[in-house]
Every structure is written in structure tokens, then in C-alpha cells.
């Protein structure tokens, strides 16, 4: 096993790119280590990407945030700004491991582990997050929910690695929450989950909207229809029962140690009414 | 030896403190030696290579691929561990589960082993053993492997414990009866009866410490052996067994020891450790990683439970019924026997009948996990008991109290009940402030009883006094839970010194007598009686050496407060001698002085608890929460109050996991889905209220304190009261446990569906 920590992302991509054997992407490790330890994969070459430049830092743009590949969700979590803007995002990456692990844990990492029930990613589609993405033939930039293709798949190709997550800046009247049903307090993976973003027009009325699922379908489901159901009320208990409703529909769960399909498919909708009911807060709504 | 291990009513000076444990210090700075902290020169890694079949016939195992790569020392199979159990059916039992022999019986079932010089060496040559497998139909389910249509997983199995020997082989190895009086006589004078059906998932203890051990064979046929355990005296009986070694020249010492609760009287990878030593020649070191932990070692039964109870208006019971059928993985074992036995045994009954069957299924060897098989038939029995109560219209607390065994009372079991403490327990709890607490919405609390018998057997104890005065005392039973500090807490009560003068360690198997493992709640019970003797025999050293030093007869010598006192008006000018004075002179007054005990604890005193548990339940998700949760448990005598506290929160908090989330998880390959603490639940530090105990001290007449056994009652009440206060908080009565989130909402969805 070789491993590297180059000090560019060309060089990264470079070494990824012309690897033989399997190679693996280190940030925090939190998902490789522990898959290396259960011998799970036996990677050829590991490239650590903590030392390439900007990658560590989370910067404030006039568009919104960058925040580098390997910014630790515990050092997400202290930022001042990107809680104040995207509270479900950071809640959400405070959520993954233990703080033990969240001291490691990047939110890309979460995104390129590809686990469905992968905590800060239902935030981060609901939030309309963008991953940037530097690779052989140079970079672009890509909404996160095309990153997940299946269960440990994604749709990034050989040498290509994201640098960073980009968020919009918000508007006045905007809020986001997560929810995740685990059986215990902590320390847990998500049976089912729900990521919530909204804005609000002057009146208080929805005027957009994003419903995220995780755990509920091979990848994190992006939920269209729950948005739109949203966009114009005030979130009334109808308008939530209707919410309930079609994300329980969206779901295509399936029956494994951690739930059955019936169990997440009705939690799936409580949760997405929960979370909505905290992000419409967030936003100022009454 | 003259013991009398009799009660006797006493005041105490240093029993009933709570001094630091002696080893805090070493536990708390990462400087104490746990199974795996301990390393040889030259020691090899030890891995297993386990069936991923859950039933197969093993046609041939090809090893030579593996023996060939540079590094490999030793590579064994069954063959290497030659059946020496002369026809000990449960020893070949242990032989087979340490290693397949004809069959793969679980997924996990350890089928060969290699000792190579490194770890990255050792796995690739796992990967090079070559088994032929033949798969054979599996079952796992405790009900569906008890049905005749079952696949049979030993077919030299008839059930035991039948009037008539049956025809064909089952899965059931034994039936079991207990009881008396006349049950349909009793069912018929009842004004209500409540019929139910229980299952209970399988457990894991769940002990955070692995299975680790390093053993060292040596050519002249001496060994040692380094190991986390509950019983080095009972592992190096079983190890030299099974390698055909003399006991006496196996050493088996002990490390500290991350939980057991136990999972860790029984040995798994040792013989195989030893018989890779044995091959190689050289020490190995095996240490299961968690996924092996889960898989191969462990676990509690599976269970299934019929309960029936009848009762009077008045709210005496008048009979009651249950059939248990627990899972012991794919060797015989007596499980279901002891939940038969224990089902009833809070009550005071003239007609019960409780009948247990012993089931095979493709997994694990099952282990005792603390008060194994009690709680799953308290949970059957005492959520039943809240059923009748209700019925009836009495308090749940009343009910139990009108019908709770006393002194004198017939158990269910059969012997008749000294000085116990289900009544007190449950007068306790009547008066508790938790009682009286006001809930919210969507809370509700549960209350239940639960029994457990406690076990004494045979304890070995040295006392040495050194020259300076100071006490080292050596005890034989592993410390799983603050005995050492309990034990030297008895030691200076009897020498009348100061705890700090004392320090205990567990001794290892050649430096003392053979002493029976730590299980059945007996550590402190029967090594303080021990540790006691040992004392008084030391005491009767001490006096005469006083006598010599001062030149009178040894008779008007007694024992005070740490000193020795001439007895008499003639000896008024003579002041006491310290025990420190004693034995400054001990080299020239005729030696060491040291107190020796080997004795049979006889006499453990039963052991009754009643517990409290406030729940709330999200009645959209099923989700729970323990908001408040009380233990009121008779100790007997509480040694270090401390500790007894803490087996009491720690009993709670694994049965508040079990009633829960915890649970295997089968897949239909056999195979189990959840072999690591991600999946496989227990609560973690948030999960939990604080627990609150109420320790009750019921003196248990046959010891001189009137010690009994804390640690194992406190796991057998949380079940049922969980489920209590699920049922009073959301109206649903659960009969499946782990009640996890999803059971919940299933069962909350059927009762609004009506």
C-alpha cells in the first residue's frame, strides 16, 4: 500500500488518475480506516488530501460558501456564518459518528461514501449544495444529489476528486432543518431522515422549497412534489398531511436491521412534517 | 477448619464504607493490563478462520497453500485438537464449539486457525485455507427449530425428560417440570384468567473488553496461559482437558477484565490458542476482533414463553402456568430449565406449573449473560401479572404484594424460602417518591419484580501479613465489579485495621487454591466468607505470638480493634500490641503470619428486586425514552455500598438495552446481519436517566455478615417493567422484546386500526 499527500489537487488528480490498483480518497477517514480495519477493501494507494491548499478552509464568497473537501464537520460546526445561514446543514454534519468522529468527518466525505442514510446529505440537496469537482480534464461543478448513484457508487470518475461543496447565500426570510430517527440518542446511522429548506415571501407564505430524503431509496431522494406542495401556504395542517403523505409515497425503503419498509416509509413522512415545521420557524414563518 | 458462617448481628467499622477501589488508579491512567495488554518475545498472532454457513457438512479443509506462505508458524484444524473428553458429553461440547469437527453448526463457527509472525500475514492466510463445505438446510428461529418438520441439526437427539423415550430425533434435547398443588383445580377457582404469548430476541453481554489470551506451550508440556476471564481455575481445568495437559502445570493468570456479565466463563479460543502454540512452539497471542465476538461468542437464549394466570376477586392467585422454550445455539444446555425455575419464584403459589424445553438452533453456543434466563421469563410473567392486576381492578403493587412469597413459603422450585426480600422490596417501592411523580402525555410507568437465586461453591483465600504490618491478601475469584476493595473491606472489619494498610490481588492459578469462577453473584459472597476465615485464622496466629512476646498463656490473649489484649487485673500493666508490633517480631516469635481458608460458601442467600421505569413513547415514530428509572434490591449486607450501587445501575442499564433495541438479527442465509456495536444496540450515556437504587439489607442468615449476592438481580426486573410502562403509557401491550421503534408503531398502528 502507497501513501501520499500530495500538495496540489493536480497532483492528487494526477496520481489518482494513473493508479493501477484501488485507490482511495483520504480526508478524515472516518468512513476508510474503519472499512480498512473490517477489511471490508485493501486499497493500493491512499491520497490524503488534508495538506492540498484551501481545501481546510471554508470561505465566504459573494455567492455564498466554499467549503474545502477537508474542513472537519466539527470545525463546520463552529462557523459562525454557516450556521447562521444553513442551521440544517451544520446540524446535520453534527449529527454524523461521535464528536470523537466529527473532529474527522468532512461533509464530502459523506457525500462520496455514498450511504443513503449518509446524515449531512438530505440537508445538503434540500439546501441545493453544489460539489466542485477537479478531475483529468479540469474541473466543473455539479449539484450534490448527482454525486450518489447507488449504495457506495457514485457518478465521479476515475481521478476525479471534489474540492469543495459550494452554498448560496440566503435571503432574508429563508430556513433549513434536518431530522433523523435513530433508536438511541447518539452514536448511530440513520434509519430514516428528512432535510427541509425553504424561503418565505414578504407575507410569510412559502414561496420556495426542497424535501430531501435519506434512508429511504438506494440514494437520497430529492422529493419535487413535496417542495411544490409547500410553495404557497403557511404551513397549515392540511398542507403538512399532504406533505405526509407524498414523502411516505416517494419511498422505495426496503427491510434491514435497521427498519422495515413500513416503519420508514410512515416515520419518512412525520419527519419531513417535523423538519418542515422547524425550517418554516427558522425562516421567521408563524 | 473450623468455619461458623453463621449470622451474627454486629457493628461495623469499615464494612459499609465507600474507600476508593485499589485498582482505580491503574484503570483510570490506561496503566491497567487487560487481555490483550499482555505480550510475550517471539509471540505470534493467532487468527480463526470461521464458517460463513450458518449448517455445513465440512468435507475437507486444504491447508497447505496457507502453510507454505512465508511467515505462517502453525496452521490447525480439529485435528489438532484430538477429542481427549472421554465421553464428557458437555465437555466435547466445548471442544466442538472452539473448533468444528464434522459440522459447521453456526455462521461464525470456528473451522481452522493459523499463528503467523504478523497480523497482514495471518489474514492473507486465512484466505488460503481451502474448506469444501456441504450447505445444509439451517434454522435459527427458536419456535420454527422446536417443530418436527425442522431441519435437524443433531440427529442423536432425543428428547430428555419424556415419560417415554421418543422415535425420532428432535431439536428439543430436554423437558423440564416444575411446580406443585393442582393447576386445573386452581385455574377453576379463579374469578379471571390472562393467557399470553412472549417472545424475547437473542442478547449479546455485550462486554466492550474482547476475548484476548496469550498462551505459551512449552515442550516439556508446562504452559502458561494469559487471558481475560470470569474463572482462570475453571479455564485451566477446561484447557488442560482438552490439550491433555496436567492442570497443575498450566498457569492461568488473569488480566483485568472489561465486563464479562458472563460471557467469559466459558473457554472459545484459548485451546485453540494453546494447540497453535503447542505447533508452532512459540507463544501466541489471539485476540477476537468484535465481529468475532458477536458471531462466535456469547450469547443468550432466544426465547419463546406461554404464560397463563388465574386469580381470585379477593386478588389471590389461585394457579399459575407457563411453557418456556429457550435457544441454546446448536449444543444442549439447561436454559429453559432455569427460566422454568425461576418463572414463579416471587410469588407465593399453591398451584403452579411452569415446563421448560431445551431448543437447538444455528446459532452460537448460547452463554450465561447475568441471571441467564431469568428476565426473559420475568418479562412473560410479571407483564402478565400487570395484565391480571388490571383486570381485577387492584394496584399493580398491591397485586404483587397480597401474592409475594415470604419466609416459609414453597418456591415454584421447589426448596422453602428463608429470610428473603420480595415483600420489603415491594413495600419500598409502594413508599417511593417516584411513585407519587406526576407524568406528561404520552408517559407512562411501569413497575416489576424480579428473583435470582445466587450461588455460593468452593473459595480459596490467602492473608500474609508482611513484616511492616501491611496485608497483602490473595484472592482466587476475578474481580468483575469493586471485589477487591469489598474483600479488604472485610479483611480490616476482622484484622481491625484500616482499609489502607491492605491491598488484594487476584492470585493466579498456581499461587492458590482452586476456586470457582465469578458467576452466580458469588465474588464477594463467597470469597469475603473465605476472606473472613482466613482472618480469624491469622487473628488466632497473631494472639499467640502476643502470648510468646508477653510470656503468658495464649488464652488470655484476645483481639481488639487491631490489637492484642492480655485479659486480666494481673496483666494491667501489659499495653496492647499492635498487629504492626506483632509482626515486627514475627521472624524471631516463630515465623510469617499468614491466614488461610479453603472452604465450600454454602448457603447464598436468594435475591429479590423490584424496579421502577417511567417511559415516553413518540406515538408517531414509536420512539422511547427512560426518563426515570428506580432499583430497589435487598444486598444482604451492602460491603461497599458503592459497588452494589453500581451492579444495580449497571444490571438496569443492560436490561434496559435488551427490553429496547438490542437483538440479533438473522438474515435468511443464517448469517447475522448486525455483528458489531453500530447495529447491534446498546444505549449509549445519553440513552439513560440517571438510575436511582434503594439498597435494602435483609441479612442472609448462613453468612457472618449477612452478605448476598448483588450483582445478577438487578437484570431481571427491566424487561417486564419497560414494557409495563409502555403498555400504561401508550395503551399497547408489548409481547415482543426488543420493543424497538418499529415493533412499537406496528403495534400503536394495529390498536388505532382497531
Redesign the interface.
Known amino acids: 500500500m502507497r501513501y501520499i499527500r500530495p500538495l496540489s489537487i493536480e497532483d492528487a488528480v494526477g496520481e489518482l488518475a494513473k493508479a493501477v490498483g484501488p485507490a482511495a480518497i483520504l480526508a478524515g477517514g472516518s468512513d476508510l480506516l474503519v472499512r480498512m480495519k473490517g477489511g471490508f477493501i485493501e486499497p493500493e494507494l491512499i491520497v490524503d488530501i488534508k495538506a492540498i491548499g484551501g481545501l481546510a478552509d471554508i470561505t465566504e464568497t459573494a455567492d455564498g460558501f466554499r467549503i474545502g473537501a477537508a474542513v472537519p464537520c466539527a470545525v463546520l460546526g463552529e462557523n459562525k456564518a454557516v450556521r447562521k445561514a444553513w442551521p440544517g446543514v451544520v446540524e446535520a454534519a453534527n449529527l454524523i459518528g461521535s464528536k470523537q468522529v466529527q473532529g474527522r468527518c468532512t461533509i464530502t466525505g459523506n457525500l462520496c461514501n455514498a450511504s443513503p442514510a449518509a446524515d449531512s446529505v438530505p440537508a445538503l440537496v434540500a439546501a441545493g449544495a453544489k460539489a466542485v469537482v477537479a478531475g483529468p480534464s479540469g474541473k466543473r461543478t455539479i449539484a450534490v444529489e448527482s454525486v450518489p448513484t447507488g449504495p457506495g457508487r457514485t457518478s465521479l470518475a476515475k481521478g476525479e476528486i471534489i474540492e469543495a461543496i459550494l452554498l448560496d447565500k440566503r435571503p432574508v426570510h429563508a430556513g433549513d432543518a434536518y431530522l433523523r430517527f435513530i433508536p438511541r440518542t447518539e452514536m448511530d446511522i440513520a434509519v430514516v431522515s428528512a432535510g427541509v429548506n425553504l424561503t418565505l415571501d414578504d407575507k410569510g407564505a412559502i414561496k420556495t422549497a426542497r424535501v430531501a430524503l435519506g434512508a429511504a431509496a438506494p440514494t437520497v431522494l430529492l422529493v419535487e412534489e413535496a417542495g411544490q406542495v409547500l410553495v404557497g401556504s403557511k404551513l397549515d395542517e392540511a398542507t403538512l398531511e399532504r406533505l405526509a403523505k407524498i414523502c411516505s409515497g416517494a419511498c422505495r425503503p426496503i427491510d434491514d436491521k435497521r427498519g422495515t419498509i413500513e416503519f420508514r416509509r410512515k416515520v419518512a413522512g412525520v419527519l419531513a412534517q417535523r423538519a418542515a415545521a422547524i425550517a418554516y420557524k427558522r425562516a421567521g414563518g408563524k | 477448619m473450623n468455619f461458623d458462617p453463621r449470622f451474627t448481628g454486629r457493628k461495623f467499622s469499615s464494612v459499609g464504607t465507600r474507600p476508593l477501589r485499589p485498582d482505580g488508579i491503574d484503570k483510570v491512567t490506561g496503566r491497567a493490563r487487560y487481555g490483550a495488554d499482555f505480550n510475550m518475545a517471539g509471540q505470534l498472532v493467532g487468527r480463526i478462520l470461521r464458517s460463513p454457513h450458518a449448517h455445513a457438512v465440512i468435507k475437507s479443509i486444504d491447508t497447505s497453500k496457507a502453510e507454505k506462505l512465508a511467515g505462517v508458524k502453525a496452521v490447525i484444524t480439529a485435528k489438532d485438537l484430538p477429542d481427549l473428553t472421554d465421553g464428557d458429553a458437555a465437555m466435547y461440547d466445548i471442544l466442538d464449539n472452539s473448533m468444528a469437527r464434522k459440522k459447521a453448526l453456526y455462521d461464525g463457527h470456528a473451522v481452522a486457525a493459523v499463528a503467523a509472525i504478523d497480523a497482514r500475514i495471518a489474514?492473507q492466510a486465512l484466505k488460503l485455507i481451502e474448506v469444501d463445505y456441504e450447505v445444509l438446510p439451517h434454522v435459527t428461529d427458536v419456535d420454527e427449530a422446536a417443530h418436527h418438520h425442522a431441519p435437524l441439526i443433531n440427529d442423536q437427539v432425543f428428547t430428555e425428560g419424556l415419560e417415554e423415550k421418543p422415535a425420532k430425533p428432535s431439536n428439543i434435547t430436554k423437558r423440564t417440570q416444575f411446580g406443585h398443588g393442582d393447576v386445573h383445580k386452581g385455574f377453576a377457582e379463579a374469578d379471571f384468567v390472562i393467557e399470553r404469548s412472549f417472545k424475547t430476541e437473542q442478547t449479546h453481554q455485550g462486554y466492550i473488553e474482547p476475548h484476548a489470551c496469550v498462551a505459551s506451550v512449552n515442550p516439556d508440556g508446562t504452559a502458561d496461559l494469559w487471558v481475560c476471564t470470569q474463572g482462570h481455575f475453571v479455564y485451566r481445568q477446561h484447557c488442560a482437558q482438552l490439550l491433555g495437559l496436567e492442570a497443575s502445570k498450566l498457569r492461568v493468570t488473569s488480566s483485568e477484565i472489561g465486563g464479562g456479565f458472563g460471557g467469559k466463563t466459558h473457554v472459545w479460543a484459548e485451546p485453540v490458542a494453546l494447540a497453535l502454540s503447542r505447533k508452532a512452539g512459540r507463544p501466541v497471542k489471539l485476540v477476537m476482533t468484535r465481529?468475532e465476538v458477536f458471531r462466535a461468542s456469547g450469547p443468550t437464549s432466544a426465547t419463546s414463553i406461554d404464560v397463563r394466570i388465574g386469580a381470585k376477586k379477593d386478588g389471590t392467585i389461585t394457579a399459575a402456568e407457563a411453557t418456556l422454550r429457550y435457544s441454546c445455539g446448536p449444543y444442549a444446555g439447561s436454559w429453559a430449565e432455569i427460566g422454568a425455575m425461576t418463572a414463579f419464584a416471587c410469588y407465593k403459589l399453591e398451584n403452579v406449573k411452569t415446563v421448560g424445553f431445551e431448543v437447538l438452533v444455528n446459532r452460537p453456543k448460547t452463554a450465561a449473560y447475568r441471571a441467564p434466563s431469568a428476565p426473559m421469563a420475568a418479562f412473560a410473567v410479571e407483564s402478565s401479572i400487570d395484565e391480571l392486576a388490571r383486570e381485577i381492578g387492584m394496584d399493580a403493587v398491591d397485586f404483587r404484594i397480597k401474592n409475594a412469597a415470604q419466609e416459609g413459603t414453597r418456591a415454584s422450585y421447589g426448596p422453602v424460602y428463608g429470610p428473603i426480600g420480595i415483600g420489603p422490596t415491594l413495600e419500598a417501592v409502594k413508599k417511593h417518591p417516584h411513585m407519587k411523580a406526576p407524568l406528561k402525555a404520552n408517559q407512562g410507568r411501569g413497575m416489576a419484580c424480579g428473583f435470582w437465586f445466587n450461588f455460593g461453591g468452593q473459595t480459596c483465600v490467602d492473608l500474609n501479613i508482611g513484616m511492616d504490618g501491611s496485608v497483602s491478601l490473595a484472592v482466587g475469584t476475578v474481580d468483575v465489579g469493586g471485589s477487591r476493595a469489598s474483600l479488604s473491606l472485610v479483611a480490616a472489619e476482622e484484622l481491625g485495621i484500616d482499609y489502607s494498610q491492605l491491598k488484594a490481588i487476584v492470585a493466579d492459578t498456581s499461587s492458590l487454591g482452586y476456586n470457582d469462577m465469578t458467576d452466580g453473584s458469588r465474588g464477594t459472597f463467597s470469597s469475603s466468607m473465605a476472606t473472613i476465615s482466613a482472618a480469624r485464622n491469622a487473628i488466632l496466629i497473631l494472639r499467640d505470638r502476643a502470648a510468646q512476646m508477653w510470656d503468658i498463656p495464649v488464652e488470655d490473649v484476645v483481639w481488639e480493634k487491631g490489637h492484642a489484649i492480655a485479659k486480666g487485673e494481673k496483666y494491667g500493666n501489659l499495653s496492647p500490641l499492635s498487629l504492626k508490633d506483632i509482626a515486627a517480631k514475627s521472624g524471631t516469635t516463630g515465623g510469617p503470619i499468614a491466614g488461610h481458608s479453603e472452604l465450600v460458601a454454602d448457603g447464598a442467600g436468594v435475591s429479590f428486586a423490584t424496579h421502577i421505569c417511567d417511559i415516553e413513547v413518540d406515538p408517531?415514530?414509536?420512539?422511547t425514552r427512560v426518563i426515570r428509572y428506580t432499583v430497589v434490591q435487598d444486598a444482604g449486607k451492602a460491603v461497599h455500598p458503592t459497588y452494589v450501587e453500581g451492579q444495580y445501575q449497571g444490571g438496569a442499564a443492560q436490561g434496559i438495552g435488551w427490553a429496547?433495541?438490542e437483538e440479533y438479527?438473522y438474515g435468511k442465509d443464517g448469517r447475522l446481519?448486525?455483528a458489531g456495536f453500530?447495529?447491534y444496540?446498546i444505549?449509549?450515556c445519553?440513552?439513560l436517566p440517571m438510575i436511582d437504587t434503594q439498597i435494602l439489607e435483609i441479612p442472609n442468615p448462613n453468612h457472618p455478615y449477612g452478605v448476598r449476592g448483588v450483582g445478577e438481580t438487578s437484570i431481571v426486573p427491566p424487561l417486564a417493567a419497560i414494557a409495563n410502562a409502555v403498555s400504561n403509557a401508550v395503551g399497547v401491550r408489548m409481547t415482543h422484546i426488543p420493543m424497538?421503534?418499529?415493533r412499537i408503531?406496528?403495534a400503536l398502528?394495529a390498536e388505532r386500526e382497531g
Open positions: 489474514r465481529d408517531e415514530t414509536g420512539a429496547l433495541n438479527i446481519q448486525n453500530l447495529d444496540r444505549p449509549v445519553s440513552d424497538s421503534p418499529p408503531l406496528a398502528d
